[in-house]
């Protein structure tokens, strides 16, 4: 298997995930609408605007990356015929500069479970509890992304080396 197939195994699980978070941010929005359309409570009423922007989110975001995606893949493919080495060697800069970003997901994800505890435990403001189950949506969707993310780039990154000592 030459490099670029494990490139292309990269991209294509980015393209997965990103068929997952795409299909959420949809379901999200249908709920969304569905309660605004159905919800007759104060609760129902407070969840509309944070769960519409949150599948807005996750399915506008997505969808620009889904478009962009086939034409990075493309270029890559390019430079990787066009200098192989080269092309090994920013990628394996590139894995190594994104890996930090694990560390804020998670991050991200415990202030937003530490919010929610608060909210639901100790608040009865029911804005700031709907804002909280949107971004509990936002860091649950992140860790589970990540977790797939980061056994990939693991396993990118082993094959990245692999490539470089043996040139």
């Known amino acids: 298997m030459n490099f670029y197939q494990h490139t292309q195994n990269w991209y294509n ?7 997952i978070i795409l299909f959420s941010g949809i379901i999200i929005t249908i709920i969304s609408l569905l ?30 990356m889904m478009i962009s995606y086939p034409k990075r893949m493309e270029e890559s493919e390019l430079t990787y015929n066009k200098n192989a080495p080269e092309f090994i060697l920013s990628e394996k800069k590139r894995v190594e500069d994104f890996q930090v970003l694990y560390k804020y997901s998670v991050g991200f994800a415990a202030v937003s479970f530490v919010l929610t505890i608060m909210a639901f435990g100790f608040m009865e403001n029911r804005i700031f509890q709907s804002i ?36």
């Open 35 to 64: 309660i605004w359309k159905y919800g007759t409570t104060p609760n129902a009423k407070s969840l509309i605007i944070p769960l519409l922007s949150v599948g807005l989110l996750f399915s506008l975001g997505i969808s620009t």
């Open 13 to 19: 699980g980015e393209l997965f995930e990103g068929k």
């Open 132 to 167: 909280c189950i949107a971004l509990m949506l936002v860091s649950v969707s992140l860790i589970i992304i990540d977790h797939f993310s980061k056994e990939r780039a693991k396993i990118y990154y082993i094959e990245i080396q692999k490539h470089l000592e043996t040139k």
